[in-house]
């Protein structure tokens, strides 16, 4: 039997200081965990807003679960598809400023779903170097002509998209670089694609609950076009309506994608488009066809934490704040914090073991922050991976600060 061949290939990914671990977490999620028996702090959780806790957000996904069950039982085509699935769509559609959305099990299924529903083997994708894997190996199942662009390259995109070309063009990037924290220029891009007359997909799974006028993500970030809301409770916050016509951002070239496991604290993601995007979606994309659909009880939690997400102004100023308040406090390490205005800050180590030894005496302390490498990342670019949530206070930052100057001395 051909153990001795995955035998090796582990070993050789040992000797290379990339070996992947679990840690196993206990207990309930937060800023304080209890990890593999040892209390720590964490820094690696992408609940960006501190949700996936909120007793609203529980309290919403029990009531669904008497609602509706567990399982969905089937896939949305099926009978999978309920009632409170079809109200978070309209929801999301609404606080995103599109047409229509799509539920997806989970972001990795949507980005394989869209990519490959849209494009085929006579087509083109542009796709930014630094892109989410999910979003690779979607391009890879599509079939089209790849070309990878340098990150956040412009130039080197259009140089690209000028050669000619019959068949369809689809220009793919993250919004916010997931191991970097970085923004796409997407006003620069959406140029590009008028120009070349082609379709745009962003990712914004760390822009969407965190970028923009009350979160509603990466294309709300440089404007702002949403309509005062006066509700008073919860139950009645509605999602305000946008006006569409206000910004160039409401391109109907924007295909936009949004994952509901990191900002919204729940689980599963969406793509908001025009809905004839939306219609292709539904009869195309083979990870939605071919898959039981999220549970219910999920949508109801969702449609809570939205809410939150939307009213809730403070745990993004709070955030805000200890971004700053961090940045200042590594400014003096002999590891480069790389700039990054979002929850994502990426300290840069360089060589894998050095990231992997710094993470392990980080946690030797009591402090849980990953060492992400490569492939994650590009050779020589290892780092830890600083996650802020607004869950943590001003205090735990500087713990982490005052632990990590030790480290440095
Ligand atoms: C996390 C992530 C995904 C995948 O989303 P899941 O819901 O976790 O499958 C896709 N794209 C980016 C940029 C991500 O960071």
């Known amino acids: 039997m051909p153990f001795e061949v995955l035998q090796n290939a582990l070993e050789s990914r040992a000797a290379k200081g990339l070996m992947r671990h679990h840690r196993v977490v206990k207990g309930s999620q937060g800023t304080r965990v209890e990890v593999d028996g040892k209390p720590v702090l964490s820094f690696s959780s992408n609940d960006y807003l501190g949700l996936a806790c909120h007793p609203y957000v529980l309290a919403a996904l029990q009531e669904g679960a008497r609602d509706y069950g567990v399982g969905a039982g089937a896939s949305h ?20 400023g599109k047409p229509a959305a799509i539920l997806f099990s989970s972001g990795y299924l949507a980005n394989l779903g869209a990519v490959q529903a849209l494009v085929g083997r006579n087509d083109r994708i542009f796709a930014d170097r630094l892109n989410h894997a999910s979003l690779n190996d979607a391009m890879l199942l599509s079939r089209a002509r790849i070309h990878r662009y340098r990150h956040n390259d412009i130039a080197h995109l259009e140089q690209l998209l000028r050669q000619p070309h019959s068949g369809r063009r689809l220009v793919i990037t993250d919004a916010v670089f997931s191991m970097d924290g970085d923004l796409a220029p997407l006003p620069e891009l959406l140029v590009l694609c008028d120009q070349y007359d082609a379709w745009l997909l962003v990712d914004d799974a760390h822009g969407f609950g965190i970028l923009g006028k009350e979160g509603r993500g990466s294309l709300f970030h440089s404007c702002d076009l949403v309509k005062k809301t006066s509700a008073a409770s919860l139950e009645d916050y509605p999602v305000a309506p946008v006006d569409r016509q206000a910004s160039r951002l409401f391109s109907p070239r924007i295909i936009y994608m949004a994952t509901l496991g990191k900002a919204a604290g729940v689980a599963g993601a969406f793509i908001a488009a025009e809905k004839i995007v939306i219609d292709t979606l539904i009869q195309n994309a083979r990870s939605y066809i071919y898959t039981t659909a999220s549970p219910p009880a999920l ?67 009591g402090i849980w922050v990953p060492a992400i490498r490569p492939p994650t990342v590009p050779q020589g670019t290892a780092r830890l991976r600083i996650s802020l949530s ?11 600060i005052s632990v990590l100057h030790e480290l440095a001395s």
Request: avoid cysteine; aromatic fraction near 8%; proline fraction near 3%.
């Open 299 to 365: 949508s109801s939690a969702l449609l809570t934490s939205i809410r939150l997400v939307q009213k809730d102004h403070w745990r993004r100023i709070h955030l805000r704040k200890l971004i700053e308040q961090l940045r200042a406090g590594l400014e003096k390490l002999p590891w480069k914090l790389l700039y990054s205005d979002t929850p994502i800050q990426p300290l840069l180590v360089g060589n894998s073991d050095s990231a992997v030894a710094l993470s392990d005496s980080l946690y030797r302390r």
């Open 390 to 400: 607004a869950a943590h206070s001003e205090q735990d930052v500087a713990q982490f």
């Open 77 to 96: 085509l099926i009978s999978g598809h309920f009632s409170v699935h079809q109200q978070l769509e309209q929801a999301l559609a609404a606080f995103t």
